[in-house]
T-cell receptor
Framework: QKEVEQDPGPLSVPEGAIVSLNCTYS??????FMWYRQYSRKGPELLMY????GNKEDGRFTAQVDKSSKYISLFIRDSQPSDSATYLC??????????????FGAGTRLAVHP | DAGVIQSPRHEVTEMGQEVTLRCKPI?????LFWYRQTMMRGLELLIY????????DSGMPEDRFSAKMPNASFSTLKIQPSEPRDSAVYFC????????????FGDGTRLSIL
């Protein structure tokens, strides 16, 4: 079993829809949770970063962490064609020993069509 | 600001040849990571440097892979001899260690071994 599970999709939605992307994980020691967006033929770019449980909002994007269920989500409101990309969740135990090793999900490919 | 710079962007070579991938991290960052991304295995950490010293190379697949960081502004990942199963996109990322600093990725080198 992988430490981080993420449905690879693809997920296709119409413009303006609310998108929900999810990851589950098995390691209860994870404390830092991230969402990266990766456009085709580009490197991943950090989209959202949260520590421990709770919600974080940034414009059209909301990240949620439920540590009791070992489940994280990314919501995209009013989705746009420019949101079409692969979304990777990532998490880490923290910086114990000065090292923040990230474990990535497989990525979910999202297509927003006009 | 200049991001992480990788070269070459694309590399096609024949099996058995030596391949060298290059990375220039963001100025001032003291941690550097090499990742490999494939459809089958997703994004995997190969090696991590802190202050130019390799700290964790447990992800390096085998002795054919080696990485160096001779100074704070340059790193190489070498494969010798290369094999078709090494075909993947190789990413370099850098960060400033400590606190909640995220990793910043380059745009990757797309490697094809024939």
């Amino acid at each position: 079993q992988k430490e981080v599970e993420q449905d690879p999709g693809p997920l296709s939605v119409p413009e303006g829809a609310i998108v929900s992307l999810n990851c589950t994980y098995s390691n209860s020691a994870f404390q830092y949770f991230m969402w990266y967006r990766q456009y085709s033929r580009k490197g991943p770019e950090l989209l959202m970063y949260t520590y421990s449980s709770g919600n974080k909002e940034d414009g059209r994007f909301t990240a949620q962490v439920d540590k009791s269920s070992k489940y994280i989500s990314l919501f995209i409101r009013d989705s746009q064609p420019s949101d079409s990309a692969t979304y990777l969740c990532a998490m880490s135990r923290g910086i114990s020993g000065g090292y923040n090793k990230l474990i990535f999900g497989a990525g979910t490919r999202l297509a927003v069509h006009p | 600001d200049a991001g992480v710079i990788q070269s070459p962007r694309h590399e096609v070579t024949e099996m058995g040849q030596e391949v060298t991938l290059r990375c220039k991290p963001i100025s001032g960052h003291n941690s550097l990571f090499w990742y490999r991304q494939t459809m089958m295995r997703g994004l995997e950490l190969l090696i991590y440097f802190n202050n130019n010293v390799p700290i964790d190379d447990s992800g390096m697949p085998e002795d054919r892979f080696s990485a160096k960081m001779p100074n704070a502004s340059f790193s190489t990942l070498k494969i010798q001899p290369s094999e078709p199963r090494d075909s993947a996109v190789y990413f370099c990322a850098s960060t400033l260690l400590g606190g909640d600093q995220p990793q910043h990725f380059g745009d990757g080198t797309r490697l094809s071994i024939l």
